[in-house]
Every structure is written in C-alpha cells, then in structure tokens.
C-alpha cells in the first residue's frame, strides 16, 4: 500500500466561455479606446484598426484583448453589466440602417432615433444623413458611407465627437474631426469612400445636443 501523501493539485481553472459580447460591450470597449487616443497612447491608425475589430467581435474574449494594453477606470478591462451614462433604452439588436440612393435621393432627417451602425450608399444620386436632431440610445454611432459619381452628407450637432477615415479617388472624402468636452456625448465615426464623388461630415452651426437622456425619456413617453 503506498502510503505517500502527494500535495494536492489546484484545479485548474476553467477555459474563459466564449459569451457573446452585446452592444454595450462593443461600446464601452469602444469608449476607452476612443480616451486611449485623446491622451495619446494610441494613434489614429491603431485607433481606427482597433474600432473595427470591436465591431468585428462577437464573443467577450475578442474585445478584452483590444484594451488589455491600456489603462481603464478602476483597472479593469472587463466589459461591465453596468452602464455610467444612460441614453435610454437600446434599439432591439438587428441589421445595419441603409439608406441608398440609385439615380435618386436619400434622406433622413428630423426626430429620429439613431442605431449603432448605418450605411450609405450613392451612386449617381445624393444621400443626406442629419443628426442635429436625432435620439442617440447609445454611445458609438458608425456611418459606413460610399459615394460613386453621387454625394453622400452628414451634419452632426456642434458638441457632440466626430471622427472617421476614408479615401477619395477623383472626388472628395471630407470629415471635420470634432471632440466635445463632454466625456459623455455622442460619437460618430465616419469611415469610407469616394470615386468621382464626394463624401462630407461636418457641424452643423448653431446645433447643440442637450440634455440628451431627458430629451430621449421625454420622446419616449416614459
């Protein structure tokens, strides 16, 4: 009978669940890159590449790597259930907004409740896109906007952040970089591409976003 004790072995731990990473996830990721850059630990670049592998995510595990190398509040990188600024209630989780216009034109304007990610396509027509009015249900907005031989427009309010990276060939790619000294507001990335044609965003003069979360109780009737 072998009487030999062994020390016991810890159990090891077990591997990480691949849990689906939501919106709000994506989002906040989203936000400490976007702080990462504004005090220069990352560059346009890297940010830009970092965003869109948040967007590209589907499980927790693909977006903590994106922020282990950077500093967060309280140092934890782990996305949180909890949410530090309340827009309002998010749209339910579905497909992009699209908005195309073919030999034609395109707009949407006014009260409108804005998702997290819309595309925009032109070709031999226009696309106008207005958020200087518009309900944000949450932090990160991304426009995809592609325009050939057509126009595609954004006007954003003056305080809200505006950013975004594309290419012109023959035409005009155009995104007036915006940051709001509010930590809080809205962001809008911009991304995409023109051939013989002309993408632009910019402030609208005159346009403020305030009050944000009671603007979107009081639309909502809650």
Known sequence: MDLEKHPQQPAAPAP???????DADRDRIADILREAMAEGRLT???HAERVDAVYRAKTVGELEPLVRDLPT???DTRPSSATPYAYGPEAPAGPADNLVAIFSSSTRKGRWRVGGRTNAFALFGSVEIDLTEALFSQRLTVINATSIFGSVEIKVPENISLRGSG????GNFEVVTLESADPEAPVIVVNGYSVFGNVEAKPKRGKLITDLHNQLRKHLGH
């Not at 990480?16 to 939501?22: L, Q």
């Not at 290419?167 to 023959?170: E, I, R, S």
Request: hydrophobic letters at 35%; aromatic letters at 6%; zero cysteines.
């Open 16 to 22: 990480p669940v691949g849990i689906r990473a939501s």
């Open 44 to 46: 346009a670049e890297e």
């Open 73 to 75: 509040p309280g140092g």
């Open 167 to 170: 290419t012109g060939v023959f």
